[in-house]
């Protein structure tokens, strides 16, 4: 069976560093991965989808970026964190069939003070 | 662009039913997706619907009307681990994009 797994489950950074959350899928072969957040109360907001090694597609412009350097393995960088990108950070994997749901990471809650 | 509306809180009593309505406007639409989110974790998947009609499963249905743009999710038989947020997710273009909605918030009480 799949799984998938993300990691830290919580992150406390201050202002200005750098970020690095990672996301590893097992049990499936050339999944569609993406990065969602969810701020407080809140929706959660597509980042950044991936259909394949080294391709990534951002939804929105902002402080953040995305790499794929393997086929099941999607990291979420920045490279100086703003107040702003505090939420909760949940990666997840489809097959990529329309039919197909998003199955989610655990998630990471990333505070920036 | 894309649009979804849902309550933002429900309440209902224990082993009662209780329905859930969201609308949405959205490019490319593809079919909806249902998830329930407990507070503190990621969400998981509840059920789809691509054709226009109803999707029993089990204590769970899920209702769609592309014309409409409206969907429902139906909840039977509530227990007290019901309680938790349920977001409605059209799927638009290609590649399985989600768009979510910020979700309603159920809580069940004795």
């Known amino acids: 069976s799949q799984t998938i797994h993300q990691w830290p489950a919580t992150l406390v950074q201050p202002v200005g560093s750098p970020l690095s959350l990672e996301c590893t899928v097992e049990?499936?072969?050339?999944?569609?991965l993406y990065w969602y957040r969810q701020a407080a109360g809140r929706g959660l907001q597509l980042l950044f989808y991936s259909v394949g090694i080294g391709q990534i597609s951002s939804e929105v412009p902002q402080n953040l970026s995305a790499s794929r350097p393997q086929d099941r393995q999607f990291i979420l960088s920045s490279k100086k964190l703003l107040l702003s990108d505090s939420g909760f950070y949940l990666c997840?994997?489809?097959?990529?069939?329309?039919?197909?749901?998003?199955?989610f990471g655990n998630g990471t809650r990333l505070t920036v003070t | 662009g894309q649009n979804i509306d849902q309550p933002t809180e429900m309440t209902a009593t224990e082993g009662a039913i209780v329905q859930i309505n969201c609308t949405y406007q959205t490019s490319g639409f593809n079919g909806l997706f249902w998830y329930q989110q407990h507070a503190g974790e990621a969400p998981t998947f509840l059920s789809y619907?691509?054709?226009?009609g109803l999707e029993e499963k089990g204590r769970f249905s899920s209702f769609l009307s592309r014309s409409k743009g409206y969907s429902y999710l139906l909840l039977k038989e509530l227990q007290m681990k019901d309680s938790a947020s349920y977001l409605c997710a059209p799927g638009r273009g290609g590649y399985n994009k989600l768009i979510f909605g910020a979700g309603t918030r159920l809580a069940v009480h004795p």
């Open positions: 997840a994997w489809s097959n990529g069939q329309d039919n197909s749901p998003l199955h």
């Open positions: 049990g499936t072969s050339n999944p569609n």
């Open positions: 619907n691509v054709l226009d």
